[in-house]
């Protein structure tokens, strides 16, 4: 079985900017590396999050903090269905609570008991 080759953040962070520049095209570097185009993506990919001891590109940094947004936007939309749905059942059962007990027999409030 093959050993897993590792890559340091300053070999990934130099291919990157080598591909970034287009001095020279993916499918050389890949050749010249021994590494997978999947692999110069990734690695690109991770680069502009910032996740290669660089700074962040800021396009990145905006589309992950969207994401997040999204993922907030999301969860809230769905406690506030929730929360309405639970207010109109609620206020459901009141009304026919009230429904229920003005239909109930019982002696009338404007006669006085005994007529």
């Not at 591909?19 to 990919?45: C, H």
């Not at 907030?72 to 609570?97: D, V």
Request: proline share 5%; aromatic share 8%.
């Amino acid at each position: 079985m093959r050993k897993r080759r590792t890559f340091t953040s300053q070999f990934k962070r130099e291919v990157v900017e080598e591909l970034l520049s287009r001095t020279t095209g993916p499918a050389q570097l890949a050749r010249r590396y021994n590494l997978s185009s999947s692999l110069l993506y990734y690695w690109k990919n991770q680069y502009a999050r910032g996740k290669l001891n660089n700074e962040p590109v800021e396009e990145a940094a905006l589309r992950d903090r969207i994401g997040q947004l999204e993922q907030i936007l999301g969860k809230l939309t769905l406690e506030n269905a929730f929360l309405k749905k639970a207010l109109e059942n609620a206020l459901k059962e009141q009304r026919e609570k009230k429904r229920v007990h003005l239909s109930l027999p019982g002696p009338h409030p404007q006669y006085p008991k005994g007529v």
